[in-house]
Nanobody
Framework: QVRVVESGGGSVQAGGSLRLSCAAS????????MSWFRQAPGKEREGVASVQSDGTINYADSVKGRFTISEENTENIMSLQMNSLKPEDTAMYYC????????????????WGKGTLVTVFS
């Protein structure tokens, strides 16, 4: 059974940092895209960052220069380093993977984790 599990959420003061991790396990031939999404209360889910199997990385404009997505040396593990956090970064963060193509949009993702909560207080 394929699983996607996030970890690393928590509560931090504005200006601080957190590091999220995502691990995909199970019978996966290849992960073509790993993405982070977030959803704040009362708002729609939005893409945060993604990494494709060809190495292409994309960030939402709101996190560029503050967040860094990276693939760990261990297969199918991805991290999101979040620096200079702002209260508006408060949200549930979800990891999702696409195991068929390099499309990274929300509607294209095949498997989702249950999410990890990030709270940034001022």
């Amino acid at each position: 059974q394929v699983r996607v599990v996030e970890s690393g959420g928590g509560s931090v003061q504005a200006g601080g940092s957190l590091r999220l991790s995502c691990a995909a396990s199970g019978l996966i031939r290849e992960v073509y895209c790993m993405s982070w999404f977030r959803q704040a209360p009362g708002k729609e889910r939005e893409g945060v960052a993604s990494v494709q199997s060809d190495g292409t990385i994309n960030y939402a404009d709101s996190v560029k220069g503050r967040f860094t997505i990276s693939e760990e040396n261990t297969e199918n593990i991805m991290s999101l380093q979040m620096n200079s956090l702002k209260p508006e970064d408060t949200a549930m963060y979800y990891c999702a993977i696409n195991i068929f193509s390099q499309h990274c949009a929300s509607a294209s993702m095949d498997l989702w984790g249950k999410g990890t909560l990030v709270t940034v207080f001022s």
